[in-house]
């Protein structure tokens, strides 16, 4: 008995600092409807400055209030002004380059954090009063965990009497809930943006800084913040403050207890349940902003691949066949890995393009397909050719059955599912260990040679994208298209743009699953790490560097981008730096699409 | 994450005055670490193979020829790991392989070594199955593994009066496989002991407070703890403030090491019975020379990284030496057997199962000025950690 | 004959109830204009009668089938199509393919990943765009027409499947008088070479009281007036609903 409540009590008090993380990133959804990537960022800046006021302060608990609230608004200062230079800009972007341009953001403040801290963790001496306890039920339960408890609801309450019985809050919510109203009636959008900005990392801040004494500031707490913040987000109903706190309540407990009854499973819980709450109220917890279809776009003509383009690719292949002859083997590998990119960007970009649904998750299947030709070489000792066809395979039924959940919703909340899928993916990856080698992974899946392995590559990626051209052209793409054009449209003519949006995503997983096959081939082994968030971004990049209303675009794009990856990383020490703002500058400089191919009206 | 950084012209030999005279070329080594992803243990760990190469090239190199090691980051990320392995064998044609820290990198580049033919040697990946069921003919490890800092904790875990034991270990390979072997060695020493409870936060991710709670529900005598790093960090916190470690005794791996003691600063929890390096208390002369030698040119006392990275490099020479070529098969010959100095003292690669018979020391926490050291401690050499040769033989089925 | 008969339509939103037991009938080949105030349930009544959306209660019955909550592919597999207020066309296509995209729909090749769609049906295409005007702009995108065109081109949309009822919401809003004549006038021909029904809503009173051969008057959702033009011009409910008399 008193364990249970022990237990829950600290369920609770690690749930409050997500709880003020996410309650920023959805107030800021809310009104500005910017997914912010580098949430994550200004609840790790939090922490860090929060260390760096912390450690020069008294150490009696008024000083450390003093310092906290210090650090919230240092960092919401630095949320003003990141939506004054930046943000401000992308309002009337489409979705995803707000995604890109705050993930471009994320990267930056990595490499300044790193240079401005070093490398090393940040512990924060505790004072002997965090060090205390209260005795709860014959348990000892840490005294600053009670605090935790009790700021939780209190932050929840300001912010609800903030947004329901002040004027700013009254402002707030007409944008809420009505964007265009509020403009016509002459709210001063520019203002509150930046104001709620400012709360929002304020709130991050907050959250960074509080968790100090119980961990230290590290490089690695941006992502997996942001990732666990979006899962309460999207949990508790995009926009809604109360919804965030009880879906921070329900992770709290979940990993509480979780670890009791699941100890080897923890990672996979909170994604699970995430994707049984969006099955049932796909709205989130408490969700009220409705799902609208994205903002409608007027688009330029598609430039669909013409017969001239099929022979030349011809020749480009032929050409490609016979580098093993005279290319150096470093640079052929580098050209294996140009060709599998390509064939993972060209699948996305079927479901991106002409299928119109943002996928921040496409690793999930590039993982999947991994897994499924190293197991059947594994487990099965199928030959090669058998085992990367069994990654389009698989992956194609798992997207398509995944698809069926999915394909009802759009834009943002599209978005974010597939992301937790891929999280599911890669949390199963890490922990089911007897099936996918967890951490370790599965090694020894080496092809026979790396020069006939490169004509594998080169016939089947060339096949694939073949065969993916072929269907951006055929009925079905053009259908397809249709229904990403114009939906009330397309059913009124007839067409089912469920259906044809969940065969896009089947084929388009197929597509991410055989290039992961490859991959695991051309690796030689298959690690969890192949699922992760940085695997979809890539994808992402490749696409919108080669332009999305293109079909080549994604082959150009994947070449531009392993290009650009490749002299980043090889001549700038902080490439993450320079790719951040590679990302921003290419975002503001094309504001309508970086192949000027994505314009609105 | 994304984080991979390549590291160039890191190369230790441009230390030297750049005096342009007719030199054999030098002996590449390709050296792989996670040094953005783990910079705590590989920045001392770098300037440990920069000392050691430095050194060796002062005294005229191996087989006439210097050493030169070229560095790469993989950030943590065994694909990288693979990718970059490449490029050092394709495109930089290094004659070795050498590096890793995590076991699941240490693995990666074991099988990628194997695959391509060309000699790894692991420094710090602790795993057993890197010699043992995955080992292979190519790869050598210099680090007592999980199974032999088992052993090690065991010898003195066996002596405590506990019964109730649990383990909190990251749900990892080398989290796994160093609980297993404790327990099963423990059981084998003291057959009246339970095990009562199990945690296995995922890496880098503990929910301390809870896990500390979980561990003290299962009212234990005894725990033996196997996390490490920022986790370490926020299991002790949690612990002490909740009266986990009171009337208990602990047992814990690689916890004396200056990396993971250092962060815990006044908090550390006094009478854990760790494996670890008590640096300058250590007065042999191989280790105050070794000491010497690094703060005099990092200005900074040496961790273990430092140690293993400076062990590492010699390990190489002297099995390069004995080898007297650089071909695969002599290398794998000279490798077997070779015996190398360290600041710890002698040790050798054993042709056994290829592992390095390197020890470390076991101790006892304490506080002393507000920060964590090592007392009591004793130098456990490797050689005597390992199971018969027999079992070895069984427990590496695929290897010569 | 009645073509369609609509009895006791039924749609809230959130407790907001916006058509309130609407009933009309339309007999095949008649020419039905359906009137209101903005806000009035116009295009709700629409959405609901092409399946776009569920009504809470009420039949819409089709040549006797009842088709209330039925999905907008079948609906439209029976012969209903639809234009809509602000035309909606596929932006990123050819005006040609546009049209080539209903057609595929109507003869069921959209299962077809192989065959370059280029190669189906181009002549039919080009009737299609020939009957409304626009077959010298079949080559060209979709994004660039003028909105005259766009309504054209949605007409030509919605008679691709030789429907037996048009359901045309507000063909002319947004246009200049000049083309909102020939665009009304082009809708009346078509219905009349492919002999089906029209329901239209419109707001320009004479284009109404000219083309139509009954007019349906909403009000807040409930149906307040019927009849011809004559008729409604005198109902008393009509003027008070228009000009709050
Ligand atoms: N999806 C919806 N959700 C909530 N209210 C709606 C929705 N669609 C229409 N309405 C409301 O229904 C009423 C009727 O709208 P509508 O049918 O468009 O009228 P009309 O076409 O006659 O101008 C309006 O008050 C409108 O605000
Ligand atoms: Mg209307």
Known sequence: MSFLVIQFLTGLSSSVSLFLTAAGLTVIFGVTRVVNFAHGSLFMLGAYIGWTILTRLPHDPVWFVAGIAATALAVAAIGAALETTLLRRLYHAPELFQLLATFGVMLVIQDATLLLWGPNDLPLPRASWLRGFVTILDSRFPLYDLVLIAIGPFVLVSLLLLLSRTRFGMLIRACTENRDMAAALGIDQRLLSTTIFALGAGLAGLGGALILPDTSANTQMDLSVIVEAFVVVVVGGMGSVGGAFLASLLIGELQAFGIVFFPHATLVLIFVIMAAVLTIRPNGLLGDIPLTAPNQTTRILFTRPSPTLFWLGGAVVALAAATPFWLPPYWLSVETEVLIAALFASGLHLMMGPGGMISFGHAAWFGIGAYASALSLKMLAAPMPLALLAAPVATGATAALFGWFVVRLSGVYLAMLTLAFAQIVWAVATQWTWLTGGDDGILGVWPSGPVPFFWWVLALTAIAIWLLQRVIRSPYGLALMAARDSEPRALSIGLQPERLRMVAFALSGAAAGLSGGLFAFKTGSVFPTYVAVGKSVDGLLMVLLGGIDTAIGPIVGAIAYTGLYDLLLQTVSLWRMALGLTIIALVLLFPDGLAGRWRRS | MLSRRTLLGTTAVLAAPAIVRAQPAPIRIGEINSYSAIPSFTLPYRNGWQLATDEINARGGVLGRKLEVISRDDAGKPQDTIRLAGELLDEQKVDILAGGYLSNVGLALSDFAAQRKCLYVAGEPLSDALVWEKGNRTCFRLRPSTYMQAAMLVEEAAKLPAKRWVTVAPNYEYGLSTVKWFKALLSAKRPDVEWVGEQWPALGKIDAGATAAALAEAKPDAILNVTFGPDLTNFVRQGNTRGLFENRSVVSVLTGEPEYLEPLGDETPVGWIVTGYPQEQVTTKANQAFIAAYKARFEKVPGMGSVVGYTLIQSIAAGIAKAGALDLDKLVDGFSGATFDSPFGSAAYRSLDHQGTLGTFVGTTALKDGKGTMVDWRYANGADYLPTDQVVKSLRPNAG | ?245
Request: charged letters at 20%; hydrophobic letters at 45%; one cysteine or more.
């Open chain 3, 1 to 245: 004959m009645t073509l369609l008969s609509v009895r006791a339509l039924t749609k809230s939103f959130g407790g907001n109830a916006v058509v309130r037991g609407v009933s009309f009938d339309v007999a095949a080949g008649e020419v039905v204009a359906l009137i209101g105030p903005n806000g009035a349930g116009k295009t709700t009544c629409f959405n609901m009668l092409n399946g776009q959306l569920q009504p809470d209660a009420g039949q819409i019955r089709l040549d006797g089938t009842n088709i209330a909550a039925w999905s907008p592919d079948r609906i439209w597999r029976l012969g209903v199509g639809r234009g809509f207020q602000i035309a909606a066309t596929f932006g990123s296509m050819t005006v040609r393919d546009n049209v080539r995209t209903a057609l595929i729909s109507r003869n069921r090749t959209v299962w077809r990943f192989f065959r370059p769609a280029a190669h189906e049906f181009t002549r039919e295409a080009d009737a299609l765009l020939d009957q409304v005007g626009l077959k010298h702009l079949a080559g060209q995108g979709c994004g660039t027409l003028a909105y005259g065109d766009l309504k054209r081109l949605e007409l030509a949309l919605a008679i691709s499947n030789q429907p037996r009822l048009l359901l045309v919401d507000e063909p002319t809003a947004g246009m200049a008088p000049p083309e909102r004549r020939a665009v009304m006038d082009l809708l009346l021909m078509l219905a009349r070479n492919n002999s089906c029904a029209v329901l239209f809503t419109e707001h320009d009173t004479d284009a109404v009281f000219r083309t139509a051969d009954r007019i349906l008057v909403m009000a807040d959702g409930a149906l307040i007036a019927e009849g011809d033009a004559t008729a409604i011009r005198a109902n008393s409910r009509v003027r008070t609903a228009y000009l709050g008399e």
